[in-house]
């Protein structure tokens, strides 16, 4: 996508900024809203948090017919990388300052996506929180082989990883369609800023294998299992927080 692009669209989403300090672009999960980071937002206000909805979430804008883009290109791990560096860089040009990001399952994928499609200039470090830099084999986060199937899927799990605010379900399906289509193996080689890999050990969705292979693979990442905790990290740990919150000082 061009950049000028990319930046008008992204200028169109629905963001919320608190805290002061260094940016940290905080991406949220395939079917969830920024609102999924409330839990830890306490521990990282010495952060500038910037907490966007991608496209079919919340406030932000949604596919219509006609639009420049097709329906599952909108809803695509390209599109939302190509905003996420959109946002990145216009944090970078106010801030005069590289930009940390942590993303949550999907926002893992969209940040490791954005890595092979851009480069890593103006990144800072990297939290990679209960995400796969490949889903197929092993993260089966939706099973149904039509995107009917997924919609009705992606209720049962609403409900399951109790997430009050959720995407729309036909941004679900297609951006789940292009998740697991997507090989990021060699964006998380080529990593070379500091990096937090975190996993729940009891996670359904991302087996803890997809995390430990992310902690193996970047260069020199740090590991931090959670123990009794499932792919709703964010929430789950009451340690987490803390743990960020060092790594991002350190």
């Not at 975190?198 to 931090?224: I, M, N, Q, T």
Request: glycine share 8%; charged share 20%; net charge neutral.
């Amino acid at each position: 996508m061009h950049t000028t692009d990319a930046s008008r669209r992204a200028q169109t989403l629905e963001l919320r900024e608190l805290g002061q300090g260094p940016p940290l672009l905080l991406v949220h999960g395939i079917q969830g809203t920024a609102e999924a980071w409330t839990p830890l937002l306490p521990a990282l206000c010495f952060r500038r948090c910037v907490l966007p909805n991608l496209p079919g979430r919340g406030l932000s804008p949604r596919w219509i017919p006609g639009g420049p883009l097709p329906h599952d290109r909108y809803y695509h791990l390209d599109h939302y990388a190509d905003l996420l560096r959109a946002l990145l860089l216009a944090l970078h040009e106010r801030h005069g300052v590289p930009v940390a990001l942590a993303g949550w399952s999907m926002g893992v994928s969209v940040i490791l996506n954005m890595l092979a499609r851009h480069g890593d200039a103006y990144v800072e470090r990297l939290v990679l929180i209960s995400g796969t830099a490949c889903a197929t084999p092993g993260a089966a986060w939706f099973k149904g082989a039509t995107p009917q199937a997924v919609v009705e899927e992606a209720d049962a799990r609403a409900a399951r990883l109790g997430l009050k605010l959720v995407a729309d379900a036909d941004a679900v399906a297609a951006s789940w369609a292009s998740v697991r289509s997507a090989d990021l193996r060699s964006a998380a080689r080529d990593i070379r800023c500091p990096t937090l890999v975190v996993h729940g050990e009891f996670d359904e969705d991302s087996p803890v294998s997809h995390g430990r292979w992310l902690a193996e693979h970047v260069p020199e990442a740090k590991w931090l299992p959670l123990s009794g905790v499932g792919h709703a990290a964010l929430g789950a740990s009451t340690d987490l927080g803390c743990s960020l919150s060092e790594f991002l000082r350190s």
